[in-house]
């Protein structure tokens, strides 16, 4: 079992002062901090082997090739794909989505139904909104359950949803603003029994908790590696080799090619033909790090621990006045958000900041989840394998003085 206290000497940024109070990181869910060994990785790249790759015959070519597909292998075995051609670099969720989307536009057809859920972020909401408009299919959602979504989704809604209509069936592992868990093998297993495609966005469990894709029998997933102690943009498209074979690609240019005529070109095979251009290779071997380190904690202890200090901010935040806590009570991950009645999330965040405490306010990209809850935007505290149970009491103190500022009682 990893020593969480200590962990944190491993994160240079998180030991510096904010307004003269000790930093205390609570924004997670947005962005992590990244450890000195990511950090290590990406300075000795670009001091020594900073060079394109593939192609290149020269020595630093060479060495920069081999660890940025040392990379592509590193994170196959991270997410147990079959094969290291089945990880697509991207700039993040966003694109991975996107790129899964723009290349199913000719394969639907009016009357085909995209299902999703009513907690989705928007990345894993509007490229279906844009692949539905453009192809005729239409769109559909899993409910969630309870006035605060306390219930998670309404899985008994599947049964009626799930129909041989639906081709492609999108859905969240872990809520960005509800720190619902979603049972996405369940999910995966009741999609393939009808035929559909499965896209799992990972975006907010892909540093929390053990990912097999093998096991999930999911047909793509998605993350971001800014969001699993790697750098920002760069991202994961996990695919099956056999649908990405089948994939149109989005992007082109060189890299992706075989050969090129003046009037024709041809593909090269996955991952290759979706990486036009010269890719994030710096990213990639830093997000590679970052698998290292996640599976060096183990990514069970980390979920473990995520989940407990989820349970107990929830927990403590629940005792404060005038509170509206969203999402469910057990069971959660590290995500909690929360709301006053008078006093608006931009301002908790700022007057937090205040006491070094680092929140996330607003709608959090979910705005037909908060319009279906009755809310403009929430606060929220997301934490991470580096905070401990002593950050969630400064953040209780804090919240009461700014309740008893705002006259909240």
Same mark, same amino acid.
């Given at each position: 079992m990893p020593s969480w206290s200590t962990v944190r000497d491993d994160f240079p940024i998180l030991h510096q002062q904010v $307004? @003269? =109070? %000790?930093? *205390?990181?609570? /924004?997670n869910a947005a962005t992590t901090q990244k450890p000195r060994s990511v950090i290590d990785a990406l300075v000795h790249y670009y001091e020594r082997d900073n060079a394109n790759v593939h192609r290149g015959l020269h020595a630093l070519s060479t060495r920069a090739t081999d660890a940025y597909e040392g990379a592509r292998a590193r994170i196959a075995r991270f997410l147990n794909a079959a094969d290291p051609a089945e990880i697509i670099f991207t700039r993040g969720t966003t694109e991975s989505v996107n790129v899964v989307a723009r290349s199913l536009a000719h394969v639907l057809k009016p009357g085909d139904v995209i299902l999703s859920t009513e907690m989705e972020h928007h990345s894993n909401l509007v490229p279906w909104q844009q692949l539905a408009r453009a192809t005729g299919a239409k769109l559909r959602f899993v409910p969630i359950v309870g006035a605060d979504a306390e219930g998670g989704l309404d899985l008994a809604a599947l049964d009626r949803l799930l129909t041989p209509e639906v081709k492609v069936f999108a859905f969240t592992h872990l809520s960005n603003t509800l720190g619902t868990i979603n049972p996405i093998a369940e999910l995966c297993a009741r999609a393939r029994a009808i035929g559909a495609l499965t896209v799992i966005d990972a975006a907010q469990s892909g540093g929390h908790a053990p990912l097999d894709v093998r096991a999930l029998g999911c047909d793509y997933l998605?993350?971001? @590696? &800014? =969001?699993?102690? #790697? %750098?920002t943009g760069i991202g994961v498209l996990y695919g099956k080799r056999e649908l990405l074979d089948r994939l149109t690609p989005t992007e082109t240019g060189g890299g992706? *090619?075989?050969t090129v005529h003046y009037e024709d070109a041809t593909w090269k095979p996955s991952p290759e033909r979706f990486e036009a251009g010269t890719p994030n290779i710096a990213g990639a071997i830093g997000l590679a790090a970052a698998c290292d380190y996640l599976d060096a904690l183990g990514r069970d !202890?980390? !979920?473990? &621990? /995520? $989940?407990e200090l989820g349970r107990l901010a929830?927990? =403590?935040l629940a005792e404060l006045p005038g509170i509206r806590l969203i999402g469910p009570r057990d069971g959660r991950s590290g995500v909690v958000s929360f709301a006053f009645e008078g006093v608006h999330a931009h301002d *908790?965040?700022?007057f937090a900041d205040e006491d070094g405490i !680092?929140?996330? #306010? @607003?709608h959090h990209c979910n705005q037909p989840l908060m319009r279906k809850l009755g809310l403009t935007s929430t606060t929220r505290a997301s934490f991470y394998l580096y905070n401990t149970p002593e950050e969630i009491d400064a953040l209780v103190a804090s919240l009461r003085k700014i309740l008893k500022f705002f006259g909240v009682s």
């Open positions: $307004h @003269g =109070k %000790p930093l *205390v990181y609570l /924004d998605v993350l971001s @590696g &800014h =969001k699993m102690c #790697g %750098p992706m *090619v075989v !202890a980390i !979920a473990r &621990h /995520d $989940h929830y927990e =403590k *908790v965040v700022t !680092a929140l996330r #306010g @607003g």
